[in-house]
Structure formats: structure tokens, C-alpha cells
């Protein structure tokens, strides 16, 4: 298995909902990231785990929570997020982190905040 | 912070031309990586450079790594239609790093 999956594919939620984005990989990458990505540009980095620790934490706002609950999962909690966080999130795993592998990006949620 | 930039944000080209994407750093690179994104799609790892003046090919793409760290490209030749998409370089600023830092990408049109 040489793929990063995310679920779901689309979400669309109200700014008092709350939802989770879900990664899972079987690659035993020991690294994992998410990245969101707005139109015409490129990603950018929000949060890294490295063996299950949070490495990296890009001064996101807290209506954004990350967890890993094992070495192949990783999520994110959304709450009372606003529009302007619409967005494709992207999870992306590596073997290990420290700039010594590519990344395998997942396809990403297309989240729209209404 | 580190910045990576990348130039030409768009390029048009007729099938069969070649093409180059440039991304320089305002930092020395441990090493640098390249993506591919196609319309609709999701950042796919191309290849990484680690050495000073790297140079490595994939069929029709060639990915070259500066002297002093800061600079790459990557060439293609002789586009095809399959080669659309944005280019993106990445880099890391310094060993241990866990921040790939990306280039704004380039756009690659191809026509038939």
C-alpha cells in the first residue's frame, strides 16, 4: 500500500458546526503533516507529527485541532471555523521527517465553510 | 524565514517545446525536493536533490541543484499534453528541519 487516504473527499459545514478530516497510511511513514492549500497556490505547512508527537505547530488557530492517535492515523478537528478557511486540506506522510524523504500527499478535502 | 521563489508563474507552450521552471532561495538548502500538481489534483513527489551541482534525469525531465545550494530547475523537452500541471519546488532550510517550504509553483499549459 503506497497511498495516503483522506476522507472525506468534500465537506461542506456551517461556522458552528464541528467535523473531523481523517488520513490513514500503511507505509510506515513515521512522519505525517497537514498542509492547506487555497486556489493558485501552494501549500502550506500547519501542523507535522513526528513519531506520533506534534513536531510543528505553524501558529494555527486553535479552531484547528490535530491528533494522532497512532502511528497511521492522523486528524483534524474543526470548530467554528469561517469562510475564509475554506480551503483543500492535504495530509501528507514521509518516512521520517527532517527533510530526508519526499512526501506522499493524500488527495485531500475539498472543505467549504458556509 | 527562509523564502523560495519560482519563476515563471505561467507558462503556455505548444506540444513538443521545452520547458524550464526556476526556484532560488534566499537560503542555503539542506536539499531540494519537486512536485507535480495536476488541475484537480494533489502534489505528487517527483524527486529530491541533496548535492551541490546535482543532476539527475527522469525520461524527458532534468532537475539540476546549484553550486551553492540556493537555486534548481527542472527542464522538460519536448512537452506532451501529460506533462500539464504546476511545478512546484520545495526546500528544507537546514539539516534536522522539519519545514518544507514551497515555491509558489509554476502553471504549465500545453497545446496540442
Known amino acids: 500500500d503506497t497511498e495516503v487516504t483522506q476522507t472525506p473527499k468534500h465537506l461542506v459545514m456551517g461556522m458552528t458546526n464541528k467535523k473531523s478530516l481523517k488520513c490513514e497510511q500503511h507505509m510506515g511513514h513515521r512522519a505525517m503533516y497537514w498542509y492547506k492549500q487555497k486556489a493558485k497556490k501552494p501549500p502550506e505547512l500547519m501542523f507535522v507529527?513526528?513519531?506520533?508527537?506534534?513536531?510543528i505547530n505553524e501558529s494555527v488557530p486553535s479552531r484547528f485541532s490535530p491528533e494522532c492517535p497512532n502511528s497511521s492515523l492522523l486528524n483534524l478537528h474543526l470548530h467554528a471555523l469561517q469562510p475564509e478557511d475554506s480551503a483543500l486540506y492535504l495530509c501528507?506522510?514521509?518516512?521520517?521527517?527532517?527533510?530526508?524523504?519526499?512526501?506522499?500527499f493524500g488527495s485531500g478535502t475539498r472543505l467549504t465553510v458556509v | 524565514g527562509q523564502q523560495v521563489m519560482q519563476i515563471p508563474q505561467y507558462q503556455h507552450v505548444q506540444e513538443g517545446e521545452d520547458f524550464t521552471t526556476y526556484c532560488n532561495s534566499s537560503t542555503t538548502l539542506s536539499n531540494i525536493q519537486w512536485y507535480k500538481q495536476r488541475p484537480g489534483g494533489h502534489p505528487v513527489f517527483l524527486i529530491q536533490l541533496v548535492k551541490s551541482g546535482e543532476v539527475k534525469k527522469q525520461k524527458r525531465l532534468t532537475f539540476q541543484f546549484g553550486e551553492a545550494k540556493k537555486n534548481s530547475s527542472l527542464h522538460i523537452t519536448a512537452t506532451q499534453t501529460t506533462d500539464v500541471g504546476t511545478y512546484f519546488c520545495?526546500?528544507?532550510?537546514?539539516?534536522?528541519?522539519?519545514?518544507?517550504?514551497f515555491g509558489k509553483g509554476t502553471k504549465l499549459s500545453v497545446i496540442p
Open positions: 520545495a526546500g528544507f532550510s537546514g539539516a534536522g528541519s522539519y519545514q518544507l517550504t
Open positions: 507529527y513526528s513519531y506520533e508527537k506534534l513536531s
Open positions: 501528507a506522510s514521509s518516512q521520517e521527517g527532517r527533510g530526508v524523504y519526499g512526501y506522499t
